[in-house]
């Protein structure tokens, strides 16, 4: 019993240090700190076909289509207002910027096609860029339905919405727990 308690503790333990520091953010900035500041950690969204959504940073993603079938969508990064990644994406599939250090780290859950609009539901996680100004610190930011690509103004807003989807954070601590307990059952069965 004394050695599956120790295992389960250990794996609790590597669960909060997953949590506290996700390893797409991990990179040294100028300061020679390891620790990078996370603006956003894994908040759900969703945008319909043509719609763009500003984050922090200038940083903006905008559906430039989805697929007839709904299974793909294709999608662009913008910064301040220009082009700095696209594709076209899957369901699980990731926009990384930059590829090296992860940046903007946008992961699709699911494409939805219906009668009226056609959605794409993601994730976001954003670290600061330490190459752009600090982010404004106040909220008050909405999407920008159906934008033009070269429109500035929908990008230059720097703060994200405050009341997002819950994102993959509180899943992987759910998950955390419910090994915890598992673990402690499966050690009472094998006394």
Request: glycine residues 10%.
């Amino acid at each position: 019993m004394g050695r599956m308690s120790q295992v389960s503790r250990i794996l609790l333990l590597f669960s909060l240090i997953l949590l506290a520091y996700p390893a797409d953010c991990l990179n040294t900035t100028a300061g020679g700190s390891n620790e990078t500041q996370i603006l956003i950690d894994g908040e759900g969204y969703a945008l319909a076909n043509g719609e763009q959504r500003a984050f922090y940073q200038g940083y903006s993603v905008i559906i430039k289509g989805v697929g007839a079938g709904g299974e793909s969508a294709w999608i662009e990064l913008l910064q301040n207002g220009t082009p700095v990644s696209y594709g076209i994406f899957k369901a699980e599939d990731c926009l990384v910027y930059p590829e090296d250090c992860e940046i903007f780290n946008m992961t699709i859950d699911h494409i939805y096609v219906g009668s009226q609009k056609d959605l794409v539901f993601f994730y976001v996680r954003q670290c600061r860029d330490p190459d752009l100004p600090e982010p404004a610190p106040s909220l008050g930011m909405t999407p920008v339905p159906n934008a033009p690509e070269s429109n500035a103004a929908a990008t230059s807003q720097d703060v994200p919405d405050p009341n997002p989807s819950p994102g993959c954070g509180a899943w992987m601590a759910a998950g955390a727990v419910l090994l915890c307990v598992a673990s402690k059952r499966f050690a009472r069965r094998q006394r």
